[in-house]
């Protein structure tokens, strides 16, 4: 699944250093060529000291950036990025005549998986779960961690029939996942809602979660 231009850590922090350092080094060094006549090996010297210097700090800002986006342990979306990105996801569906969904997950009985087998098993759950939504889908904007054991899906599509073939096939995915200590495979419950004139992820997940409720229940 495919949060779009945010999969891969981005450059912007180191292309932003080099060239404001590169900018003030090259000042210097015109400055002293028209001042003395000449520049001195320090100062060309400088450019391959700087440039690495230039480049770690952009590196750490870039790294900084995209782990403030990503849940450490699934290394999927935050709750906090997806709320900032929801209406730039909204408009984007919208310029495709498309309706956004909300797809929400909880991975049932996971506190007896906890319980059973110990958290180091309750957190590899997690960890294969978050493979499974970081897999490129076209229809995808991102997934995200949202809390617990729960996470969401933001998306587009043109109508219910067409969410409820994405929910299954979903739902087929991470049915496959095992506990490696019981051999069993683990259940979800998925509840999805369309955007129709809501504008709130707040609202969006209400619905999802009184539909993930119901399946719930009927288990």
């Keep these: 699944m495919s949060g779009k231009g945010s999969d891969i850590m981005r450059y912007t922090g180191r292309i932003s250093s080099i060239l404001i350092v590169m900018l003030i080094q090259t000042s210097y060094v015109i400055y002293y060529f028209h001042r003395d006549g000449f520049v001195d090996i320090v100062g060309w010297l400088a450019y391959p000291v700087l440039l690495l210097i230039s480049y770690w700090t952009g590196f750490q800002y870039d790294k900084a950036n995209y782990y403030s986006e990503r849940d450490p342990l699934t290394n999927l979306y935050n709750r906090r990025f997806m709320i900032r990105r929801f209406n730039k996801y909204i408009k984007i569906a919208d310029s495709r005549k498309k309706k956004l969904f909300v797809l929400l997950i909880d991975c049932n009985r996971f506190k007896q998986i906890n319980d059973e087998y110990g958290h180091a098993a309750g957190d590899r759950v997690l960890v294969e779960i978050g493979k499974v939504l970081n897999r490129k ?32 096939e979903l739902k087929r995915e991470l049915s496959v996942i095992r506990i490696t200590e019981g051999g069993s495979s683990i259940a979800v419950s998925i509840g999805s809602a369309l955007q129709e004139g809501t504008t709130s992820i707040h609202d969006l997940l209400q619905q999802a979660d009184a539909v993930m409720y119901q399946e719930k229940r009927s288990m």
Excluded: P, T
């Design 137 to 168: 889908r076209r229809n995808v904007f991102g997934s995200a961690r949202w809390g617990g054991d729960e996470f969401i899906v933001l998306g587009f599509c043109d109508d219910a029939e067409e969410l409820k073939r994405i929910q299954l």
